[in-house]
């Protein structure tokens, strides 16, 4: 058999030129990039929805043990109590009780409780917050609440309930966080009720 011999310095049998290179480069993207589509049809969404939950069984609960958590006494349509959290003897922020909720367009609008408000400010609000005064609001807790605000959005209202600090606060508009706060109860709950 006779073998046929390339002259030395000739390229091999493809183009090495630029725009032979332009073209290898753009097959594997197309490669790669079917390859991202393939793989996102057939994968699973790892995106988990927030759970409602019933927050009244936490606030039962609360209330046979002898702490008084502020609750809303009901929701507004759509929205959606999503995490709740008490703990006494909590060393986080000197925070007792905390619930969280979504209003119907997913902002967040919460309640805060414990004895050390300024601790609870400087963990829902961004460096920047000011307090901006008191109001009178239409609240069975308390008759004036102060206002706080941040350049982040966040708006909240705190008073002293009960000898423990309350702090209402959201990313949800302002009238809104009212809203909530005016729901706002410590009426014991009755026991079939958690």
Do not use: C, K
Not at 11 to 26: C, H, I, K, N, T
Not at 41 to 54: A, T, Y
């Amino acid at each position: 058999m006779s073998q046929t011999r390339q002259p030395a310095g000739r390229p091999g049998r493809y183009d090495r030129s630029f725009s032979g290179l332009v073209g290898a480069m753009l097959v594997l993207v197309l490669v790669v990039g079917a390859f991202v589509v393939w793989r996102g049809l057939f994968r699973e969404n790892d995106f988990q929805p927030v759970e409602p939950l019933d927050y009244a069984e936490t606030v039962s609960i609360a209330q046979e043990s002898g702490f008084d958590p502020v609750y809303p006494s009901s929701l507004p349509d759509g929205w959606e109590a999503t995490s709740v959290d008490l703990d006494p003897t909590s060393s986080r922020q000197n925070t007792v009780w905390a619930l969280g909720v979504l209003t119907d367009e997913r902002r967040f609008v919460g309640v805060t409780q414990g004895d050390q408000l300024d601790d609870m400010v400087e963990l829902w609000f961004a460096e920047d917050v000011e307090e901006t005064g008191t109001e009178a609001l239409d609240s069975g807790l308390a008759r004036e609440w102060t206002r706080y605000a941040d350049g982040e959005g966040e708006v909240g209202y705190a008073a002293e309930v009960g000898g423990e600090d309350v702090l209402v606060h959201g990313s949800a508009p302002e009238d809104q966080v009212v809203g909530f706060l005016e729901l706002l109860t410590q009426d014991r709950l009755p026991r079939d009720q958690g």
